[in-house]
């Protein structure tokens, strides 16, 4: 990343402009032009310094709901299973860990009730149980990167 990538990540991470052409009011607060900002966000994404670039909805807040899921998967079948658990729309993100509970995903739902069925329908899919470590409190770090 270079000084201006670093400008508008941390530009961006810190509001982003609700209106009728957000790029180009973004770009214009960054001093560029809303092609540049864009050809910017696309090489961060495309060369894995971003790996999202999107809004954060609160699924409970909208009236859904979302949870912390993992499983115990051998690693024989942990392609297989992963595809099948990505493949629910449902899934925000899925990552393996070095532990006996060797996958973990996000599921955001519009109900509490369709986190449910949907970790049955991964049970049912994979063959394996998923453990529902569903959120009690709420904390809130705002992370800000600063060159």
Known sequence: MDELDRRIVNTLQGG????EHPYGEAARRLGLSENELL???EALLAGNILTRFGPLFDAERLGG???LC????PDEDFERVAAIVNAHSEV???YERAHRLNMWFV???VSPSAIGETIRRIETETGYPVLNLPREEEFF???RLTA
């Open 65 to 67: 709901a979302f949870s």
């Open 107 to 109: 599921l955001a739902a």
């Open 70 to 73: 993992a499983m115990s998967v």
């Open 16 to 19: 982003f402009p609700l209106c």
């Open 39 to 41: 050809c910017r966000l």
């Open 141 to 143: 770090v705002e992370l």
């Open 92 to 94: 925000a993100h899925n």
